[in-house]
């Protein structure tokens, strides 16, 4: 089965954005920064009590301190966002290629060709916009479901995550 799509910038830019939402490394560093945050606040908030004795400033000072541990992490995402849009490189842009066999992933475009066996595929995802061949958490293949140029995107990814289950199963059974 081969899927045929087009990708644009912000095709990439939402993927940024997927994995700056899932990946376990970002939900720790965003939870990370809003406990930070807002040890800060309570933190300062001791110190102004101690130095000014005025309870609005400290009042102030907290609420000020916790809104922004609560939004700051929402510019992690926001930069992941950006950071992917800005990416120059000519294999993120323009026709690209995936095809399905029942042994791997081989992925085509202008630029290079690859294959990756399904244990090495670590999850296929969906968002309203785009499927996600995922490799890893932070890596992957982003297929917009606005631009698909040629071939069927709903049995293209019920396939890929019938592969990739069997493929866990296999890898499961191995280790056991």
Known sequence: MKIEYDLTPDDWADFGEYCA???PEFR?????????GVIMAVALSVLL??????????VASTVFGIA???FWPNRLVSHARAH?????LSCLNGRHVLEITPEALMARCDVT???????????????TRHVLVMLNDVQGYVIPKARI???????????ARKYVAASAQVTRAVVA
């Open 21 to 23: 939402r899932t990946a």
């Open 28 to 36: 720790r560093a965003r939870h990370n920064n809003i406990m930070s």
């Open 49 to 58: 009590w101690f130095t000014t004795r005025s309870l609005t400033i400290v």
């Open 68 to 70: 922004g541990a609560f």
């Open 84 to 88: 992917m849009q800005k990416r120059e």
């Open 113 to 127: 060709e690859s294959t990756t066996r399904w244990a090495g595929v670590h999850h296929v995802a969906e968002t």
């Open 149 to 159: 140029c040629e071939g069927d995107l709903s049995q293209f990814a019920y396939e």
